[in-house]
């Protein structure tokens, strides 16, 4: 699976992102998607997943209320919606894929089957 994300940029504290993961190569509903994140000098963490057909998510506590994910396996694509940004919302954001749904995902990503590029979220206050 090839990912690509886009829609990340600058916005002030309070404001709304909404980053696309689009991918291809694969059967995309076969696998969850979800997002991960690394601030400047920080591990990467888990930011939100979301099962094949999309019944279920999961989010870190730290999102939990202001983002939401969501996806088209018609347009092989997952979104995450982030409103009411803080600052230490800053950072890279990665799509990644995988065909495990579950606790896998809450640590840092690590075995994840596919990663996609970063794009950069900045939040000012």
């Known amino acids: 699976v090839q990912l690509q994300a886009c829609g990340g940029g600058l916005v002030q504290a309070g404001g709304s992102l909404r980053l696309s993961c689009a991918a291809s190569g694969r059967t995309f509903s076969n696998y969850a998607m979800g997002w991960f994140r690394q601030a400047p000098g920080k591990e990467r963490e888990f930011v939100a997943v979301?099962?094949?057909?999309?019944?279920?998510?999961i989010y870190a506590d730290s999102v939990a209320g202001r983002f939401t994910i969501s996806r088209d396996n018609a347009k092989n694509t997952v979104i995450l919606q982030m409103n009411t940004l803080k600052p230490e919302d800053t950072g890279v954001y990665y799509c990644?894929?995988?065909?495990?749904?579950?606790?896998?995902?809450?640590?840092?990503?690590?075995?994840?089957?596919?990663w996609g590029k970063g794009t950069q979220v900045t939040v000012s206050s």
């Open positions: 990644a894929a995988d065909l495990a749904y579950g606790g896998g995902w809450l640590k840092d990503g690590s075995g994840m089957d596919y």
């Open positions: 979301i099962s094949r057909s999309g019944g279920g998510t």
